[in-house]
């Protein structure tokens, strides 16, 4: 038997909103720890993955560990039916072939259930290295999202290059090149609206934008995001949802040394992904 | 000659837009009661009424008996030429082939009128029998809309299930299965936000979701639904508008046994209505 | 080397958007009086000017005259990448073949730059003589901008009467016929809402409404707009830019007598346009 109430239910709803375009199926890993995800996206160029600590839920019982294959798709769906306000419970019996949603609203007068099958789905659970980066980013995740999505009129690719003054983002094509940069600033009123820089090693990598975009839709899960990075390694782009655990998301750098000339000389480019 | 004059044109206008997408052109019966309409949908499978009694008019004149043929379509434009402030007045003259709709804006500033063309439209009226039902439930009109819309994605049909201790929309598809509870609940701070279920016999129906969610457009009209059953009788969804009179919707429940197990069951629907 | 800082970047992305739905192209000429674009709509029906006055920017430097060829399209995307209360500055060296835009956000912790290619536009410079119009009228932008979607609801071509009681705007089509009339109303809280008309002789043009749409999309730039007419010329459409200079539209008449006879008779139209 699975059983876990989570009082704020919209937090489910946005983490799997986060990875509905990039995943379209996948292992939920239920443990005594909590609920897992790992999955590759669609086009199998980046890595998603999820936790959800039992601690953030208000009741969590997982009696044996339990693999719910699940189509993310169809999920995300169900949890549309889900009030923002709702709180939600997910339910599934020991060798069932389907888990259950449960949403209460707020004054308990309106209670839906919604039954989803279990998929089998194949994959195997990749290990990812602990990583110390050359450089962690933290920043406002609006400001990210604002960033990838004004970059991506002007090209496909984007240098992301950090030193200790600040991170830039360039981008060059048709309509010629630009490059945003955000500096270290921590005296500010809110701190999720700082920007903090730690750095051992500057870095350049290029990313396709369309990928950063899709994960800049994970922005309405946290007010930061944190970027970090090391050279010729997957960029990590890290979503803390708040008090109950993460959405990250990792994808390489592009290698082709051309592009990686754009900040400096305006290069153009033939990227058409 | 005819003439109308609506203080909260709003009112007018939602009306219309309550009944547009179903109603291609109807025949709007004036007489010395107010303004009334009877159309079955373009697919012939609901019926839709209308009532503007002429006390809900601020000035309301009808010599004699008239039928005015209107494209509802086109009315639908006009009116989205009025603001949500202004007066309307409708004005027809004995035997014009034409009706004059005039918007004043509430400062007088601004004046338009408008005359559309009348319609000949061939239309029988059907008498409507006063029915008991066996269920009558009130409910917000938006929690109405968003169960029908939230259902529609997961299945075609839904079957309403009302006893004494709620009422019940349940739907299957691929996704899965759903189930939607509302208590009655009448002990809320806003009479508009209660749910009451008066109940003489259990009743399950079940509908066509497409045109639950057309009629669901009406609810910027009111803020509460009713919603009248029977077993084996057309719903009647009905939006009172406020001190002027109502548009009703009335729909055959679907009669295929199987689809009567969704509740029960969770069978699986070939349904591509 | 032109340099021109420009506080309220916002006022440089709405001028843009004003404009870049029709035309695609422009040369911006730059000289110690400001900035000014004069180019016709790629159908090249209308005639769109502009003016940025240089005692508008914080800071204006031109040390020769200078005309930048600009793809307004391309310019307007790199405008979307600038927030709404970024400072923008434009900087172009002599003889070099870009112009560079600079953001600042307004706490100074994000700057961008965007370099955008500069282009050979063939173009002459029309002499704009200065007219005395029989009507000027002055009309808050969002009623013009309104009113012109109305009506275009109803048919393609507005007549536009202008008498000392009012100013009417009149279309028909399938639908029927409408007029909408404004009248004279200098009696109100925000001058920005009156209604001003100063006429010397009644004026009745016909305009094809597409083109009047497309300049009502500068309503964001100015709370009011003026209208000035003079029998069988172009009228002329005015948004004042706060501090800093003007959008202005120019559309000649249709000459259609036929067309001329809407306001009176409802003739019916076969205008495609």
Redesign the interface.
């Known amino acids: 038997m699975l059983e876990a109430r989570l009082l704020q239910g919209s937090l489910l709803k946005k983490t799997v909103d986060a990875v509905k375009d990039l995943v379209n199926e996948g292992n939920f890993e239920c443990s005594a720890a909590g609920i897992q995800l790992q999955a590759m996206d669609t086009s199998h160029v980046c890595l998603v993955t999820l936790m959800l600590r039992q601690d953030g839920f208000e009741h969590y019982r997982c009696d044996r560990n339990r693999t719910l294959g699940i ?1 993310i798709a ?1 999920l995300a ?2 949890l ?2 889900a009030g923002n306000d709702d709180v939600i419970t997910l339910r599934a019996q020991d060798d069932s072939d ?1 888990v259950t949603l449960i949403f209460e609203s707020p ?11 279990l998929m089998d789905i194949d994959s195997e659970h990749l290990g990812i290295p602990e990583t110390e980066y050359s450089v962690d980013v933290r920043m406002p995740s609006s ?1 990210f999202s604002r960033i990838c999505k ?2 991506a ?2 090209g496909d690719t984007v240098v992301v290059s950090a030193t200790k003054e600040g991170i830039k983002f360039s981008a060059s094509g ?10 270290h ?1 921590a005296s ?1 009123d809110k701190p999720d609206q700082a ?1 903090y820089i730690d750095i051992t090693e500057p870095v350049s990598l290029s990313f396709a934008l369309r990928y950063l975009n899709s994960f800049a839709k994970a922005a309405p899960l946290a007010a930061s995001v944190k970027l970090c990075m090391s050279a010729d390694l997957p960029v990590l782009v890290d979503y803390r949802i708040e008090d109950i655990g993460w959405v990250r998301f990792y994808l390489a750098p592009k290698i082709d040394d051309e592009e990686m000339d754009v900040g400096g000389g ?1 290069a153009e480019e033939d990227d058409n992904e």
Chains 1, 2, 3 share one sequence.
């Open positions: 189509s169809n769906k169900v549309k039916c389907s004054k308990a007068d309106r209670i839906s259930d919604f039954d989803l099958k400001d004004d970059l009129t002007i048709d309509v010629g090149t630009g490059n945003i940069t955000c500096k600033n500010v920007t305006g």
